[in-house]
């Protein structure tokens, strides 16, 4: 009797910590795939891949309530991407091998765009206002004219391509072939082929590292992740994580990099300076996705194994709570306006709201032998000023949005950044050694 008052207790206790994150689950389309977010305008767009499905739910950040839902092509294949220089949003569709073009304000269907056979990744230039389709099955990269929306060239790659991601530091981007154990490296202007590098057995996924210019690839069959130099595409080393591994996150703060392991139940936490392991996390069950939160320094891992996900402190790499969410909970979404993280959830036609209930970190200590964190955000509204005078650099400085994409040129003294969404950013300035954070408030 008093070993099931206890097991009751701790269940209440339980179920209060997970009220306290979940927000909402919103039901949306047939066995959702993916998500990406609309800054511009505050929407959270989920592809829905069933049967009865082939469609994208558009959902307000704002309320949480669905605004519309967007018919597209056949087996949308969760590949999703925004477009902040055109405001658009992209839909990779695997079985009608093209694109959905939808406009981020009105959420109609702009045009189709036919591409290769399979797509489904897709990745945007800003550079250059370019998308980049992967199609798996006719093994090749369409390229999409951001502004046009039609088709520049195709790109021959490697064998079985399935992620793409940008480097904005020097415009290329990398794609991850996995059945020839390669990334395919391609010039973001001109649209060829730079180079090829090998990596390990059947690569799973990519993640670009801003602070250090570097490109990590997660190989699942070899159990560990190559990392790439993002200048001179070499490989600079390769990292023994967990078994499976099968996504990545760069945790911009502390430059770290997390790598979720599906078959291992663990998450490697990688010093994205050193390229050493810092530490492993066990997990409950068999993970699947992950996303980083910038404004509490905070790692998500969706542990599709048993529903739930894992929240991860940034700073102690210590899990800080485990959040019951929807059946075979996949992808996420951040949204950095109201500080939500949203995951699909495959198996129950829904999409999980979490809200970041606790806004303080824990204190992380320096110790003989470990690198000093990145400083504290500056705080930003209405105008970033850099250095300027005579010392000033001539070269270009960026301002880099939490994911490492170019947003905005900088120049030397004031620049307005009223247009830009509130949420968290990092300035690369030329004459600087280090990324500094800021992040924009209204």
């Not at 795939?33 to 305008?41: C, D, I, K, Q």
């Not at 056949?74 to 939808?102: F, M, Q, R, W």
Request: a negative charge; charged letters at 15%.
């Amino acid at each position: 009797m008093k070993l099931a008052c206890v097991l009751s207790a701790v269940g209440c206790v339980l179920s209060a910590v997970s009220a306290q994150w979940l927000e909402t689950t919103i039901p949306v389309g047939h066995e959702p795939l993916g998500l990406t977010y609309n800054p511009t305008n505050n929407k959270v767009y989920c592809a829905n891949s069933g049967s009865s499905g082939n469609s994208v739910t558009v959902i307000d950040g704002a309320s949480n309530t669905v605004i519309t839902t967007v018919p597209v092509g056949d087996y949308p294949s969760g590949a999703l991407v925004h477009n902040p220089t055109n405001n658009k949003v992209y839909c990779a569709n695997e079985h009608s091998d093209n694109v959905t073009v939808i406009d981020g304000a009105a959420d109609t269907v702009i045009t189709t765009i036919a591409v290769g056979d399979g797509p489904v990744a897709l990745a945007h230039n800003p550079t250059n206002n370019k998308v980049y389709c992967a199609n798996w099955l006719s093994d090749d990269v369409t390229v999409i004219d951001g502004a046009s929306n039609s088709v520049i060239t195709t790109i021959t790659v490697g064998d079985g391509p399935r992620t793409l991601t940008y480097n904005p530091t020097n415009n290329k981007v990398y794609c991850r072939n996995g059945g020839s154990d390669n990334v395919t490296v391609i010039d973001g202007a001109a649209d060829t082929v730079i180079t090829t590098i090998t990596v390990g057995d059947w690569p799973t996924s990519l993640a670009y590292n801003a602070i250090d210019n570097k490109v990590y690839c997660a190989n699942g069959n070899s159990a560990n992740v190559t990392v790439i130099d993002g200048a001179a595409d070499t490989v600079i080393t390769t990292i023994t994580v967990g078994d499976w591994p099968i996504s990545l996150a760069c945790n911009a703060t502390n430059n770290k990099v997390y790598c979720a392991n599906r078959l291992s139940c663990s998450v490697t936490v990688i010093d994205g300076a050193a390229d050493t392991i810092i530490t492993s996390i066990a997990v409950e069950s068999y993970t699947f996705g992950l996303i980083y939160n910038p404004t509490n320094n905070k790692v998500y891992c969706s542990i599709s194994g048993n529903n739930t996900v894992t929240v991860i402190d940034g700073a102690s790499d210590t899990v800080i709570t485990t959040i019951p969410v929807g059946v075979q909970c996949y992808g996420f979404a951040w949204n950095p306006v109201q500080n939500r993280t949203y995951v699909v959830n495959y198996g129950s036609n829904s999409v999980s709201v979490i809200r970041d209930s606790i806004t303080t970190g824990i204190e992380e200590r320096p110790t003989s032998g470990t690198r000093r964190p990145t400083p504290s955000a500056t705080i930003v509204r209405g105008s970033l000023r850099l250095a300027d005078g005579p010392s000033a650099s001539s070269s270009p400085s960026w301002l880099l949005d939490a994911a490492g994409r170019r947003v905005m040129e900088l120049a030397p003294g004031p620049n307005d950044v009223r247009g830009l969404a509130p949420g968290v950013y990092f300035v690369r300035e030329a004459q600087a050694q280090a990324v500094r954070k800021v992040v924009l408030t209204e």
